[in-house]
Structure formats: structure tokens, C-alpha cells
């Protein structure tokens, strides 16, 4: 025997009044803290209408967010970019992909290997 859950379920009806998070930045503060944080996976999640964006616009969005200034870049490659920071030794390759839909997105942040460094 279903409970009567299962026929509200069924029915189509709202069981909860639950609200999702419109926007998720779990992200560095600036370049500086990226490359203190090391290898990394990182996202933003927002769902206001003016958000949806592609691989290569939310690379960019990303880089804004931090602060990377053109100094920060060595290559951009659209969904990939290799950041610099003067106080550090190392380089790190970003990588954007996306999370499921035009409004989640993945940054994953990865040692810079390179044989002509």
C-alpha cells in the first residue's frame, strides 16, 4: 500500500516549500589566493536570467571575478588559460567546463607543466 505521500508525488503538487540557492560562488577572492590554494576545483552556479553562458564566457566571468588583469595571462586558449602571479615560481593551467547546464560552471585548477619552463 503507497503512502499518502506517494499520491501528492504523483499528482504534480508541491510536497515542500524548499527554496534553491539562486547563485553558488565557490571561487577564490583574487589571483593571488588562487595560487595560494594550489591545485583546485572550483564553481559558479547562478541561475538569474542575465547568467547563462557557455564554456569560453564563463572562463571569462571566472578571470573577472578573481581580478586577472592581462599581466595574470600567458595564454588563453578560450576554455583553457595559463595565469601567472608575480610572487610565485609556478604557473597554473584553468580549465572551464560545464556542470549540467548553461548556468553551472567548473573551473579546475592544475600545475602548469611545461619542458621549456
Known sequence: ???PA???LLSGK???NKKIAMATYEIPNNVKELF???ENSYRIIDYAPDMSMDNKQSMGYFLDCIGAKQ???EEDEGTQVVLM???FGMKYVVDSGGLGDF???GFDVSLY???NM
Open 14 to 16: 508541491k510536497i515542500t
Open 71 to 73: 599581466d595574470n595571462i
Open 85 to 87: 602571479h608575480p610572487d
Open 6 to 8: 506517494w499520491k501528492i
Open 36 to 38: 595560494e590554494q594550489g
Open 1 to 3: 500500500m503507497r503512502s
Open 103 to 105: 548556468f553551472s560552471h
Open 113 to 115: 607543466e611545461n619542458d
